[in-house]
């Protein structure tokens, strides 16, 4: 019952006209940014960042418009699947199986439409597993003392390669590298300069969101320039939408069980959206067997990925609000603008800003009604921004962009940093280290190294205090799985996939 006052009054908080409006806005957004082939719900949420300082946003403002902008790219993400046989990021590939065979068929809207529905029936189910989950998870972390937060910390850099990341070793240096950038400027405990190199603007660190713009961004757009010089996208034909109710109960019982499955994907440390539309469509494929038509069309295959990586995303804000560990890049991205506007995730955060998480749920559930009222209707005018030639496009990202970063302290500096951040990150991409542990390890660097410290001075420096309680082993282990489990299972299951659709490809 008391949750269920909680999230009314959440309501009563996405349901007021501006966050209303601004809801609408993120989730047009979202939906037009997860639709261009390889910009991603990361690096939309990352340039979206600074303008929304600029405009100066109260926070449930800003996190409502940031959450619709992530669920709507998640959304949007199918539409190259389907259209271009380009996923629109990772976890949409496995749409690309039967959602183009559909598209070759002359069936493009209906498929556009199954994917809305079944991404709709995916967020809906896993908010409302977020809405169970989340508290219960949030009372437990209130056990947790600076040991426990430094060993879930260390799990959090263990895990984040995830299972379908391809090398642990560089996602550890990644993550090093982060560390290290973190550690520039003035330590808050001592009051004594590290790595400044007595340049007045290091004094103060460097602003994560300038990396997480130059990294995300700017390294997105020298890639998309290098690959699509110019030309536009050759695409199928999008038909009249002549979707039935049979259709849509049809592919209902898969949409649910990928859901489910989707969003225990996303909980866990280290699965993810990508892990869990995999899962979702090959267990859907063996559990219907000859029943189905898997890979020649079948609206099943096009409903299981889409709702199992629309559930796993929602189910990746599970431990980023309750512990303030990301579940996925996006909610990495999240959680640093959660700590830009001085809110800590956490178990204190259901305490201390009950209005903002539970705005910002109820939020989920408005931006998911309006996200599917939009793509049905309008996602011919979101198929047409496929043909739009990137050397329009792009510019308009940049300026986006580079008018954010000016606007936070009216510095060219920043833009300097923005513009070296940007081609650090393409070198970063361009030898397969990947981005998100790096902004991770500025992130959780400081409350990590504030986390060791409180242990260390109420142990009198012992380390013994680092594995001294079950909790603590337990995160330790799981830890030391999420390293050895990518090296193990993810080459297996990368090629699983990679062979599937291969295969399915060769039907095409």
């Not at 961004?217 to 009249?240: C, D, P, W």
């Not at 709702?307 to 990495?332: F, H, Q």
Request: hydrophobic share 55%; charged share 10%.
């Amino acid at each position: 019952m008391e949750t269920l006052n909680f999230l009314m009054h959440g309501f009563g908080v996405a349901l007021t006209p501006t966050n209303l409006m601004f809801a609408a806005i993120g989730s047009i957004l979202g939906t037009l940014i997860g639709a261009l082939p390889g910009l991603g719900p990361a690096n939309g949420v990352a340039i979206l960042i600074p303008l929304a300082f600029s405009l100066g946003l109260p926070a449930d403002s800003a996190l409502i418009l940031l959450t619709s902008v992530y669920a709507g790219a998640m959304y949007g993400g199918r539409i190259s699947s389907i259209m271009l046989n380009i996923p629109g990021d990772e976890p949409a590939l496995m749409t690309t199986l039967d959602g183009y065979p559909m598209a070759r068929q002359g069936k493009a809207a209906e498929a556009l439409a199954i994917s809305a529905i079944a991404s709709f029936i995916g967020s809906f189910i896993a908010t409302i597993g977020l809405i169970l989950l989340a508290p219960i998870l949030a009372r437990f972390a209130l056990h947790f003392g600076p040991a426990e937060y430094f060993a879930l910390f260390a799990l959090a850099f263990a895990t984040l390669g995830g299972v379908t990341g391809k090398n642990p070793v560089k996602t550890l240096l990644a993550a090093a590298l982060g560390l290290m950038i973190a550690t520039v400027g003035i330590d808050h405990n001592t009051g004594t300069p590290r790595y400044t190199f007595n340049t007045l603007e290091l004094y103060e660190g460097v602003d994560f969101i300038i990396v997480l713009v130059g990294m995300f961004a700017i390294s997105e757009l020298m890639f998309f320039i290098e690959a699509h010089a110019g030309a536009g996208h050759q695409m199928v034909v999008l038909n009249k939408l002549r979707l039935k109710m049979s259709d849509i109960i049809h592919v209902l019982p898969t949409a649910i069980r990928g859901s489910v499955l989707g969003f225990v994907a996303g909980v866990l440390p280290g699965a993810g959206a990508s892990l869990g539309s995999f899962i979702c469509y090959t267990l859907e494929k063996r559990l219907l067997g000859n029943k189905a038509h898997f890979g020649e069309g079948d609206p099943r295959g096009v409903a299981a990925p889409e709702a199992g990586n629309n559930a796993a995303a929602n189910g990746a804000l599970v431990p980023m609000l309750t512990l303030g560990v990301p579940g996925s890049g996006t909610t990495a991205v999240l959680l640093a603008m959660l700590i830009s506007l001085n809110i800590t995730p956490g178990p204190m955060l259901f305490q201390q800003h009950a209005d903002l998480v539970w705005g910002v749920i109820a939020a989920l559930f408005v931006g998911n009604f309006i996200l599917l009222l939009l793509n049905i209707p309008m996602v011919g005018i979101f198929v047409k921004l496929l043909s739009i030639r990137p050397m329009y496009l792009m510019p308009i990202v940049t300026l986006v962009a580079s008018i954010g970063i000016y606007s936070l302290s009216h510095s060219a500096m920043d833009l300097y940093f923005m513009v070296a951040f940007g081609i650090f990150g393409y070198v970063l991409r361009k030898i397969e280290i990947p981005l998100v542990p790096v902004i991770l390890g500025m992130l959780l660097g400081p409350e990590m190294e504030t986390s060791m410290r409180h242990a260390l001075t109420i142990s009198d420096g012992s380390w013994n205090i680092f594995y001294s309680s079950g909790l603590s082993i337990g995160l330790w282990a799981i830890a030391i799985l999420g390293l050895i489990l990518p090296t193990v299972l993810g080459p297996l299951l990368r090629g699983k996939m990679n062979k599937a659709r291969q295969h399915e490809g060769q039907k095409v």
